[in-house]
């Protein structure tokens, strides 16, 4: 549902004529916007290539074991793979 959202916010239309258009139901459509608010906040969708806000955990590098890498996008997918993966195969799994 959030892919219709941000279809939404590109389309240049009201949301009622959006709706009507697309076939949801305003309180559907009503429900997992205020979701997609609560979760990623006020700003309209990001278009390919846009920087998105990165948060930072504090990492204490003298701890040798090997840690894990996570990265949450927008829609709430969630890729996790360890902190030392070699970049060559990190790089397929992050581009959109």
Known sequence: MYAL???????????KQFL???GVAKSSFAYWRN????EFGK??????GDFIP???AK???KDS??????LVYPNG????????????RLKPLIIL
């Open 43 to 48: 700003s309209k969708s990001k278009g390919k």
């Open 20 to 22: 009507r258009q697309q």
């Open 77 to 88: 997918i969630r890729l996790v793979c360890p902190s030392n993966i070699e970049l060559p």
């Open 59 to 61: 990492v204490d590098y």
């Open 5 to 15: 959202i941000h279809q939404w916010e590109k389309s240049g239309l009201n949301q």
């Open 65 to 70: 074991s090997v840690g894990e890498l996570e």
């Open 54 to 56: 990165v948060n930072i």
């Open 35 to 38: 979701k997609y608010l609560g």
